[in-house]
């Protein structure tokens, strides 16, 4: 099918490349020059397992083409998805300048029928409102054109996004329309074959189910770390807990970590764009106000640990960062807590060196060159000359470390983890103190 995707970020870009390469023909569109000169060029802007190889094959075969010319894109789609950014505004509300700016954009290329299919993250009413932008264009254009809005929401992991859009665990399609239907029944055939994946529904149900979806592992996230906070005061170990919680199959183990809080480009957003949604006609979202405000407390507590740790300044302190990327595998830094713990360190007076096996270029995009921030080629160098550590992304290869070398270069011999990556009594036989969430901290032994 010849499917045409806006958008060339986190979901666009994968989504595109995964069609392709079963066969589809596709055209991804974007607004950044930069963006589009790069990929057609064969770089891939991002840190996605998988990700590069696919765009370079699919390209190689022809079917994947990236450009700025968005009446080509328009032309080319009788699928033509949106896959564009959707942030907060400042109300916390889903900024929808994007996805209007794009329909408005087809509205004004379009010569016969398309169907418009929604893959951004937007709240219930978007589709009618994407719909309106476009009947207002086509009305000023003086054409009759037919066209369907869609909803497709994407739930891809970031780190895991190709194998997730090649393997969905759902494909949540909402839409009455049954010609909208044979189409995507039709472009998503090849990834439905094993057993059905597809819920279909009405365009409301589809867009509500992906703020579900995110507002429910928000929750499964700051429910740990209330409960961690909860194991700290009563004496109890979050991890013991975790684990007789998660053998309870109707619990699972997923979403149960304790630690520095959720982050990322999806949960804050979306969490903060559902409350406003609730908001604006009159509901109020008592535990999605409770999931926000536990987790803005809890990305705040391992600073706030070691700030405390040195009665309450860092002047003079170098504080060694091990993770930047809101989650391991991906280079991602949007709300990641990592951004929030290094504010928090610098308005104390500290030192930061920092690493992350993917993040390094993003985090210098982010915070440029800065007397407090040196950023590291590796895990080790990152302790060198450092007094203490903080470790914020569990990242695989920050979880076997060299405690020996470790307690050597450290000159306080302090281990904050924010993630739960060692075990208290291993760690602590080598001279360290060890903070870590939800577990009785470990200081001094040396
Ligand atoms: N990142 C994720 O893990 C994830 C998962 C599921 C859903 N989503 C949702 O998918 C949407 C996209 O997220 P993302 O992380 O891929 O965003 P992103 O910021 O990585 O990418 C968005 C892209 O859209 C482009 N763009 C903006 N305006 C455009 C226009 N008018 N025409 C063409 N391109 C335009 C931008 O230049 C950018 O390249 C959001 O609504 C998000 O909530 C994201």
């Not at 476009?134 to 992991?157: C, G, H, I, M, Y």
């Not at 208290?424 to 939800?438: A, D, H, K, N, Q």
Request: hydrophobic share 45%; charged share 25%.
């Amino acid at each position: 099918m010849k499917v045409t995707v806006f958008g060339t970020g986190y979901v666009g870009l994968v989504q595109g490349a995964v069609l392709a390469d079963v066969g589809h023909d596709v055209i991804c569109v974007d607004v950044d020059a930069a963006k589009v000169a790069a990929l057609q060029a064969g770089h891939i802007p991002i840190h996605e397992p998988g990700l590069e190889p696919l765009v370079k094959a699919n390209q190689a075969a022809g079917r994947l083409r990236f450009t700025t010319d968005a009446a080509q894109g328009v032309a080319h789609g009788e699928l033509i998805f949106l896959a564009v950014g959707t942030p907060p505004d400042e109300d916390g509300s889903a900024d929808l300048q994007h996805v209007l700016a794009v329909a408005r954009t087809i509205a004004t290329h379009m010569t016969e029928p398309k169907t418009i299919v929604n893959k951004s993250t937007v709240p219930v009413g978007t589709a009618d409102k994407v719909a309106d932008t476009v009947r207002k264009v086509l009305e000023t254009r003086r054409v009759a054109l037919a066209f369907e809005v869609v909803s497709n929401p994407e739930f891809l992991k970031e780190g895991a996004a190709v194998a997730d859009c090649k393997r969905p665990d759902r494909i949540v399609i909402g839409t009455r329309a049954p010609q909208a239907e044979r189409q995507l029944r039709e472009l998503y055939a090849p990834f439905n074959r094993n057993h059905d994946r597809i819920v279909m529904m009405d365009v409301r149900s589809a867009e509500l189910t992906k703020y579900a979806a995110n507002a429910m592992l928000a929750t499964k996230i700051s429910f740990i770390n209330e409960m961690a906070n909860l194991a700290e005061q009563l004496g109890a170990d979050i991890e013991d807990v975790r684990r007789g919680l998660g053998s309870d199959p109707r619990i699972g183990y997923h979403f149960i970590y304790p630690g520095v809080g959720y982050g990322g480009s999806c949960f804050p957003k979306d969490v903060k764009a559902l409350i406003h949604t609730a908001q604006s006609i009159g509901f109020t979202p008592d535990l999605l106000l409770a999931v926000e405000s536990r987790n803005d407390a809890q990305r705040q507590l391992l600073a706030r640990r070691i700030i405390a740790h040195y009665g309450g300044s860092l002047r003079g302190k170098t504080i060694a960062v091990w993770g930047l990327a809101f989650k391991p595998e991906t280079d991602d830094m949007r709300e990641a807590p990592s951004r929030y713990l290094l504010q928090s360190l610098w308005a104390a007076g500290a030192q930061v060196r920092a690493h992350d096996p993917a993040a390094m270029d993003e985090a210098r995009r982010i915070f440029g060159e800065r007397d407090d921030l040196v950023l590291c080629g590796s895990p080790t160098e990152a302790l060198e000359g450092a007094d203490a550590l903080a470790i914020v992304t569990e990242w695989k290869i920050f979880r076997v470390p060299d405690f020996a070398q470790m307690a050597h270069a450290l000159h306080d011999r302090m281990v904050f983890d924010g993630r739960n990556l060692y075990d208290p009594e291993t760690i602590t036989r080598f001279g360290l103190g060890y903070v870590s969430i939800g577990r009785a901290p470990v200081v001094g032994m040396s």
